[in-house]
Nanobody, 123 residues
Framework: QVQLVESGGGLVQAGGSLRLSCSAS????????MGWFRQAPGKEREFVAA????????YYADSVKGRFTISRDNAKNTVYLQMNSLKFEDTAVYYC????????????????WGQGTQVTVSS
C-alpha cells in the first residue's frame, strides 16, 4: 500500500502560478507511476498529468499542455505539479494518484488516491 498526501493548494489570481506536492509513504515509491487529476464543482474528475516511474516520460491533458509540468523526486518520495498561467477554469480539487501497471490517465486507473487539495483561481 501507499499513502498519498497533497499540499500546496490555495487561492491565486488568474495568470499566477502554484506548485502542488504529493508526498508518498509506504511501499517503494519507484514502484508507482504517478499522476494528477482534478474535479471542479459539478463536474466529473478528469486527468491532468502523469509521469513514469523514473520520470523520463510525461503525459498531459490537452487543456494544460504548455502550462503545467509534472515532475518527481524519487529520493524524496514526492511528485510535483507546477502550474503556470493559471486560468479560472483550473479551479478544482486536485488529487494525486498512484498506479503500478502504467501511467494513470483514466479516472478508473489509479490504485491509490490522495485526499485532494483545493486550487482556486480568481478571475
Amino acid at each position: 500500500q501507499v499513502q498519498l498526501v497533497e499540499s500546496g493548494g490555495g487561492l491565486v489570481q488568474a495568470g499566477g502560478s502554484l506548485r502542488l506536492s504529493c508526498s508518498a509513504s509506504g511501499r517503494t515509491f519507484t514502484s508507482y507511476y504517478m499522476g494528477w487529476f482534478r474535479q471542479a464543482p459539478g463536474k466529473e474528475r478528469e486527468f491532468v498529468a502523469a509521469i513514469s516511474r523514473a520520470g523520463g516520460n510525461t503525459y498531459y491533458a490537452d487543456s494544460v499542455k504548455g502550462r503545467f509540468t509534472i515532475s518527481r523526486d524519487n529520493a524524496k518520495n514526492t511528485v510535483y505539479l507546477q502550474m503556470n498561467s493559471l486560468k479560472f477554469e483550473d479551479t478544482a480539487v486536485y488529487y494525486c494518484a498512484a498506479r503500478t501497471r502504467g501511467p494513470p490517465t483514466q479516472v478508473s486507473d489509479p490504485d491509490y488516491w490522495g485526499q485532494g487539495t483545493q486550487v482556486t483561481v480568481s478571475s
